[in-house]
Protein backbone atom coordinates (compact mmCIF):
# COMPACT_ATOMS: atom_id res chain seq x y z
CA UNK A 1 0.00 0.00 0.00
CA UNK A 2 1.26 3.36 -0.77
CA UNK A 3 -0.12 7.09 0.69
CA UNK A 4 -0.56 8.92 -2.55
CA UNK A 5 -0.20 12.99 -3.44
CA UNK A 6 -3.44 14.50 -2.98
CA UNK A 7 -4.10 17.16 -6.05
CA UNK A 8 -5.65 20.46 -4.72
CA UNK A 9 -7.15 23.45 -6.03
CA UNK A 10 -6.21 24.64 -9.32
CA UNK A 11 -5.49 21.63 -10.85
CA UNK A 12 -8.10 20.67 -13.17
CA UNK A 13 -8.50 16.78 -12.41
CA UNK A 14 -10.58 18.25 -9.39
CA UNK A 15 -13.17 20.16 -12.30
CA UNK A 16 -13.94 17.64 -14.21
CA UNK A 17 -17.33 15.29 -13.78
CA UNK A 18 -15.50 12.05 -13.43
CA UNK A 19 -16.56 8.95 -15.48
CA UNK A 20 -18.47 6.33 -13.76
CA UNK A 21 -16.59 3.06 -12.86
CA UNK A 22 -17.21 0.00 -15.30
CA UNK A 23 -14.35 -1.98 -14.67
CA UNK A 24 -14.68 -3.95 -10.72
CA UNK A 25 -11.00 -5.89 -11.08
CA UNK A 26 -7.80 -5.94 -8.84
CA UNK A 27 -6.49 -2.92 -10.18
CA UNK A 28 -9.49 -1.76 -8.71
CA UNK A 29 -9.09 -3.06 -5.69
CA UNK A 30 -5.36 -2.04 -5.08
CA UNK A 31 -6.08 1.73 -5.55
CA UNK A 32 -8.94 1.50 -3.10
CA UNK A 33 -6.78 0.05 -0.73
CA UNK A 34 -3.85 2.71 -1.39
CA UNK A 35 -6.78 5.55 -1.05
CA UNK A 36 -7.50 4.07 2.54
CA UNK A 37 -4.24 4.56 3.51
CA UNK A 38 -4.01 8.44 2.13
CA UNK A 39 -7.10 9.02 3.67
CA UNK A 40 -5.88 7.81 6.94
CA UNK A 41 -2.94 9.43 6.65
CA UNK A 42 -3.69 12.80 5.76
CA UNK A 43 -5.86 12.32 8.23
CA UNK A 44 -9.41 12.70 6.61
CA UNK A 45 -13.01 11.12 7.05
CA UNK A 46 -12.93 10.69 2.82
CA UNK A 47 -11.70 10.98 -0.09
CA UNK A 48 -12.44 10.37 -4.01
CA UNK A 49 -11.00 9.37 -6.97
CA UNK A 50 -10.51 12.55 -8.38
CA UNK A 51 -8.51 13.97 -5.31
CA UNK A 52 -5.76 11.08 -6.00
CA UNK A 53 -5.87 12.40 -10.11
CA UNK A 54 -8.20 9.10 -11.47
CA UNK A 55 -11.08 10.55 -12.62
CA UNK A 56 -13.52 7.72 -12.27
CA UNK A 57 -16.72 8.15 -9.81
CA UNK A 58 -15.73 6.72 -6.73
CA UNK A 59 -14.49 7.46 -2.85
CA UNK A 60 -13.75 5.68 0.11
CA UNK A 61 -14.41 6.89 3.72
CA UNK A 62 -14.53 6.44 7.65
CA UNK A 63 -16.45 8.78 9.75
CA UNK A 64 -14.54 7.74 13.19
CA UNK A 65 -17.59 5.89 14.40
CA UNK A 66 -17.98 2.23 12.72
CA UNK A 67 -18.94 3.52 9.57
CA UNK A 68 -16.47 2.86 6.76
CA UNK A 69 -16.35 1.79 2.77
CA UNK A 70 -16.33 2.24 -0.85
CA UNK A 71 -18.75 3.36 -3.12
CA UNK A 72 -18.46 3.66 -6.73
CA UNK A 73 -21.35 5.43 -9.24
CA UNK A 74 -22.63 7.53 -6.44
CA UNK A 75 -26.42 8.52 -6.60
CA UNK A 76 -28.19 10.69 -3.85
CA UNK A 77 -31.87 10.99 -3.30
CA UNK A 78 -34.19 11.72 -0.73
CA UNK A 79 -32.11 14.69 0.75
CA UNK A 80 -34.47 15.78 3.70
CA UNK A 81 -33.69 18.86 6.24
CA UNK A 82 -30.69 21.36 6.03
CA UNK A 83 -27.95 21.39 8.56
CA UNK A 84 -25.17 24.11 8.39
CA UNK A 85 -21.74 23.03 10.04
CA UNK A 86 -18.58 22.91 9.79
CA UNK A 87 -16.64 21.65 6.67
CA UNK A 88 -12.83 21.19 4.85
CA UNK A 89 -11.70 19.36 2.02
CA UNK A 90 -8.18 17.45 1.62
CA UNK A 91 -8.14 19.30 -1.92
CA UNK A 92 -8.61 22.96 -0.15
CA UNK A 93 -6.13 22.06 2.92
CA UNK A 94 -6.37 23.99 6.21
CA UNK A 95 -9.99 25.93 5.96
CA UNK A 96 -12.94 24.86 7.58
CA UNK A 97 -16.59 27.00 6.83
CA UNK A 98 -19.75 26.80 7.90
CA UNK A 99 -21.66 24.60 4.59
CA UNK A 100 -25.17 23.96 4.55
CA UNK A 101 -26.09 20.28 3.38
CA UNK A 102 -29.12 17.75 4.01
CA UNK A 103 -28.74 16.21 7.49
CA UNK A 104 -30.31 13.06 5.77
CA UNK A 105 -29.90 10.83 2.40
CA UNK A 106 -30.25 8.26 0.55
CA UNK A 107 -27.24 6.87 -1.77
CA UNK A 108 -27.13 3.87 -3.87
CA UNK A 109 -23.90 3.02 -6.14
CA UNK A 110 -21.91 0.02 -6.24
CA UNK A 111 -19.51 -2.23 -4.03
CA UNK A 112 -15.95 -3.49 -4.90
CA UNK A 113 -17.16 -6.39 -6.56
CA UNK A 114 -19.48 -4.26 -8.68
CA UNK A 115 -23.23 -5.08 -6.51
CA UNK A 116 -25.46 -2.87 -5.47
CA UNK A 117 -25.39 -0.26 -2.63
CA UNK A 118 -28.28 0.97 -1.01
CA UNK A 119 -28.05 2.78 2.19
CA UNK A 120 -29.46 5.56 4.22
CA UNK A 121 -27.10 8.06 6.52
CA UNK A 122 -27.48 11.08 8.63
CA UNK A 123 -25.35 13.62 10.03
CA UNK A 124 -21.43 13.20 9.86
CA UNK A 125 -22.13 10.42 7.72
CA UNK A 126 -24.34 11.83 5.23
CA UNK A 127 -22.19 15.18 4.83
CA UNK A 128 -19.59 12.96 3.65
CA UNK A 129 -21.94 11.22 1.43
CA UNK A 130 -22.98 14.27 -0.12
CA UNK A 131 -19.35 16.32 -0.15
CA UNK A 132 -17.77 13.21 -1.83
CA UNK A 133 -20.24 12.15 -4.36
CA UNK A 134 -19.89 16.29 -5.44
CA UNK A 135 -16.01 15.78 -5.76
CA UNK A 136 -16.93 13.04 -8.57
CA UNK A 137 -18.91 15.48 -10.28
CA UNK A 138 -16.27 17.88 -10.38
CA UNK A 139 -18.23 20.30 -7.60
CA UNK A 140 -16.01 21.39 -4.48
CA UNK A 141 -17.94 22.82 -1.11
CA UNK A 142 -16.82 26.04 -1.81
CA UNK A 143 -19.08 26.14 -5.00
CA UNK A 144 -21.63 25.57 -2.23
CA UNK A 145 -21.10 28.49 -0.27
CA UNK A 146 -22.24 32.21 -1.24
CA UNK A 147 -19.43 34.66 -2.53
CA UNK A 148 -18.74 36.04 1.67
CA UNK A 149 -18.12 32.23 2.21
CA UNK A 150 -15.72 31.70 -0.68
CA UNK A 151 -13.88 34.53 -0.30
CA UNK A 152 -13.15 33.82 3.27
CA UNK A 153 -12.33 30.05 2.38
CA UNK A 154 -9.71 31.72 -0.18
CA UNK A 155 -8.09 33.74 2.67
CA UNK A 156 -7.79 31.05 4.80
CA UNK A 157 -6.30 29.27 2.18
CA UNK A 158 -3.57 31.41 1.45
CA UNK A 159 -2.53 32.19 5.46
CA UNK A 160 -2.23 27.97 5.54
CA UNK A 161 -0.11 28.62 2.77
CA UNK A 162 1.82 30.91 4.23
CA UNK A 163 2.30 29.71 7.44
CA UNK A 164 3.47 26.50 5.65
CA UNK A 165 6.09 27.79 3.19
CA UNK A 166 7.57 29.77 6.82
CA UNK A 167 7.91 26.66 8.70
CA UNK A 168 9.22 24.93 5.67
CA UNK A 169 12.02 27.84 5.52
CA UNK A 170 12.99 27.09 9.48
CA UNK A 171 13.56 23.90 8.51
CA UNK A 172 16.49 24.87 5.96
NI1 LIG B 1 -13.05 17.10 -0.34
Redesign the pocket.
Given at each position: MAVLPIRTLGDPVLRERARDVERFDRSLARIVDDMFETMYAAP?V???AP?VGISLRFFVYDDGEGNRGFVANPELSELKREEVRDE?????PGPFYPTTRALRVRLRGQGLRGEPIDVRAEGLLARIFQ??TD?TLGV??IDRLDDEGRRQVMRMLREHELRRVQEGSRNL
Open positions: GGLAQGCLSIHEHLY
